[in-house]
């Protein structure tokens, strides 16, 4: 019997990309909720338990730092896998520095996302413990 893992949330505003990544985490077993921007990613943060929040950096109404923040004030300790196209070293330092679990430059391979997708959900469930 496998374990039930909660569902993860996926924020990334190019629909082709979400789209793809949503197909391939649902191929692997995973239950994924998707937003297109900061504010959706909020409202569906308050109303559901997430596992695992993978977000993009850049996005429409804020960036991938906002959803860093609204995550931090859940109340379960929550990885965040934070992804981007705009890749730097500042960035990655501050979304580090913020609480990211890790941080993605794009293109990413989905054997590399799987990869720390289950560092992840390793480190968010001793979070829980």
Same mark, same amino acid.
């Given at each position: 019997?496998?374990?039930?893992?909660?569902p993860v949330?996926?924020?990334?505003?190019?629909?082709?990309?979400?789209?793809?990544?949503? !197909?391939?985490?649902?191929? =692997?077993?995973? $239950?994924?909720? &998707?937003?297109?921007?900061?504010?959706?990613?909020? *409202?569906?943060? @308050?109303?559901?338990?997430?596992?695992?929040?993978?977000?993009?950096?850049?996005?429409?109404?804020?960036? !991938?730092?906002?959803?860093? =923040?609204?995550? $931090?004030?859940? &109340?379960?300790?929550?990885?965040?896998?934070?992804? *981007?196209?705009? @890749?730097?070293i500042d960035?990655?330092?501050?979304?580090?520095?913020?609480?990211?679990?890790?941080?993605?430059?794009?293109?990413?391979?989905?054997?590399?996302?799987?990869?720390?997708?289950?560092?992840?959900?390793?480190?968010?469930?001793?979070?829980?413990?």
């Open positions: 019997m496998t374990k039930k893992i909660p949330l996926l924020v990334e505003d190019d629909v082709r990309l979400l789209e793809q990544m949503k !197909g391939a985490l649902e191929d =692997e077993g995973f $239950q994924v909720h &998707t937003a297109a921007g900061c504010e959706e990613a909020t *409202t569906v943060l @308050a109303e559901t338990e997430f596992s695992l929040v993978i977000t993009d950096l850049h996005l429409p109404d804020g960036n !991938g730092m906002d959803v860093l =923040e609204s995550v $931090q004030a859940t &109340t379960s300790p929550l990885p965040v896998l934070v992804i *981007t196209a705009y @890749a730097s960035t990655a330092v501050e979304a580090m520095k913020r609480g990211a679990f890790h941080y993605l430059p794009k293109p990413i391979s989905l054997d590399t996302l799987l990869v720390q997708i289950e560092k992840a959900l390793e480190h968010g469930a001793a979070l829980r413990e």
